[in-house]
């Protein structure tokens, strides 16, 4: 079922604030039946994010479109296994705020919301 225009934009300006982001991906990757689409779609909420803040570094920009490659071939799984693999030796994988953070005019690309692959659904 399709979410409301509504709760997408407030969706996406909760993600400016790096400590929801954080905790957003993280819990998408502590998920026990993941939806490898999910994990997607999150990642792209929080690059959405950071493009309307204009605060997407062009190295940023470079990692997210490998990775949604990867992430559209591969489902995830090579992410989720390494999670499994981390909790099976007693590890957790943390997402957190790294302690500096970009400014929104430094190294920023400009790049538009349609650049951005299609979203396979509406989480």
């Known amino acids: 079922m399709p979410t409301s225009d509504s709760y997408r934009e407030s969706?996406?300006?909760?993600?400016?604030d790096a400590e929801h982001a954080a905790?957003?991906?993280?819990?998408?990757?502590?998920?026990?039946?993941?939806?490898?689409a999910l994990l997607?779609?999150?990642?792209?909420?929080?690059i959405e994010a950071r493009v309307r803040m204009n605060a997407l570094s062009e190295s940023a920009k470079e990692h997210h479109e490998?990775?949604?490659?990867?992430l559209t071939e591969s489902g995830g799984s090579?992410?989720?296994?390494?999670?499994?693999?981390?909790?099976?030796l007693g590890f957790k994988l943390e997402?957190?705020?790294?302690?500096?953070?970009?400014?929104?005019d430094s190294?920023?690309?400009q790049i538009e919301e349609s650049e951005l692959s299609p979203e396979p659904a509406n989480f």
């Open 11 to 16: 969706l996406i300006e909760s993600l400016k």
């Open 66 to 70: 490998k990775l949604d490659k990867m």
């Open 95 to 104: 997402i957190t705020v790294a302690d500096i953070e970009l400014p929104a």
């Open 107 to 109: 190294e920023s690309t």
């Open 78 to 88: 090579e992410i989720y296994s390494l999670v499994e693999l981390l909790e099976a």
């Open 40 to 46: 997607r779609n999150a990642i792209r909420k929080v």
């Open 23 to 36: 905790g957003f991906i993280g819990a998408i990757l502590e998920e026990k039946d993941p939806e490898p």
